[in-house]
């Protein structure tokens, strides 16, 4: 089966700088790869993904690389505001075929911007 | 509002007893599926259905018994609780797509505690 690494696993910033979380898979059959913010209390929430047939992907604030040869897809924040504070999942799918879009995921980052 | 909706959010009960988790979406999708979520915040799949039929049982006990009367519903039924099962339980949802790749929607959670 698939294998997600995430880190770091904690990650605090000052608001306004960028925040980097990187993520590695090892099923090179993975081709989608979403993003997931899940603020306290609450489910994982969509903010961005990314698919093999891209390199990058931007939207607003948040950006998303992906390098397929090393396997390892990294999300971006720029100018990090207070708003931004949560867990981070990163998560690796095979696609719906016979797996359904199984995702496996990434053990997850708190990042903490302080004001 | 259109959603992934769980009920109850809490859920606080005894070891032994048989309780049920309810999972409702009115997306339209045709995949549902159930993550449990431990202590440290790791996210793994236990059970996915595409229209109303069970694909992935990843090696859950079978005290967990899910149930899809349509396609809209995907419920939890747990018997013989034990403390281990104590974590938060979060239902998603995935549309129907001629691609290969889906994005998932996750409801708010739904919060065990087995004492």
């Known amino acids: 089966g698939e294998n997600v690494e995430q880190h770091p696993s904690t990650l605090s910033v000052q608001e306004g700088d960028s925040a980097v979380i990187k993520c590695t898979y090892s099923d090179s059959a993975s081709n989608y790869f979403p993003w997931y913010k899940q603020e306290l209390g609450k489910g994982p929430q969509l903010i961005i993904d990314i698919r093999s047939n891209v390199g990058e992907k931007k939207d607003q604030r948040i950006a998303v690389t992906l390098n397929k040869t090393a396997k390892h897809f990294s999300l971006h924040i720029t100018e990090t505001q207070p708003e931004d504070s949560a867990v981070y999942f990163c998560a690796a799918s095979k696609g719906r075929g016979s797996t359904l879009g199984r995702l496996y995921f990434g053990r997850g980052t708190q990042l903490t911007v302080w004001p | 509002d259109t959603a992934v909706s769980q009920t109850p959010k809490y859920l606080v009960t005894q070891m032994g007893n048989d309780k049920s988790i309810k999972c409702e979406q009115n997306?339209?999708?045709?995949?549902m599926y159930w993550y449990k979520q431990d202590s440290k915040k790791f996210l793994k799949i236990m059970f996915s259905y595409n229209n109303k039929e069970l694909i992935i049982n990843e090696t859950v006990p079978n005290r967990f018994s899910p149930k899809s009367p349509d396609k809209a519903h995907l419920n939890l039924h747990i018997n013989s609780l034990e403390l281990g099962d104590s974590a938060v339980y979060f239902c998603?949802?995935?549309?129907?797509?001629?691609?290969?790749?889906?994005?998932?929607?996750f409801g708010p959670g739904t919060r065990l505690t087995v004492t």
């Open positions: 997306l339209g999708h045709d995949t």
């Open positions: 998603a949802s995935s549309h129907k797509s001629d691609f290969l790749l889906d994005e998932q929607y």
